[in-house]
Nanobody, 121 residues
Framework: QVQLVESGGGSVQAGGSLRLSCAASTNVRSMGWFRQVPGKEREGVAGINSAGREIYADSVKGRFTISKDNAKNILYFQMSSLKPEDTAVYFC??????????????????WGQGTQVTVAS
């Protein structure tokens, strides 16, 4: 079992920045950030493996950065140049092993409760 707790969500103006954090109860091989709005499926926005390799959805590439503090088991998501369409509940996810499929929601075993990010125009 892996417990994940997100924090750092809030409301910002378009063009602003926000940093999300996800504290994991144990070390995990792969982690990712997903987001979801009402009526839509949860979509992958970023992933990182144990070696630090990062991958991003095209919609956030160049604006968001995923990183990990492996010593503290904390996942970060630095979000810059935020747009209203980034508004969503953001979830962190983790997988202890297996093939790395960073943006595929069904590949992850553990999920946080989510944190709301609202970007005003």
């Amino acid at each position: 079992q892996v417990q994940l707790v997100e924090s750092g969500g809030g409301s910002v103006q378009a063009g602003g920045s926000l940093r999300l954090s996800c504290a994991a109860s144990t070390n995990v091989r792969s982690m990712g950030w997903f987001r979801q709005v009402p009526g839509k499926e949860r979509e992958g926005v970023a992933g990182i493996n144990s070696a630090g390799r990062e991958i991003y959805a095209d919609s956030v590439k160049g604006r968001f950065t995923i990183s990990k503090d492996n010593a503290k088991n904390i996942l970060y998501f630095q979000m810059s140049s935020l747009k209203p369409e980034d508004t969503a509940v953001y979830f962190c996810a983790a997988k202890k092993g297996g093939t790395w499929l960073p943006l595929l929601r069904t590949a992850y075993d553990y999920w946080g409760q989510g944190t709301q990010v609202t970007v005003a125009s």
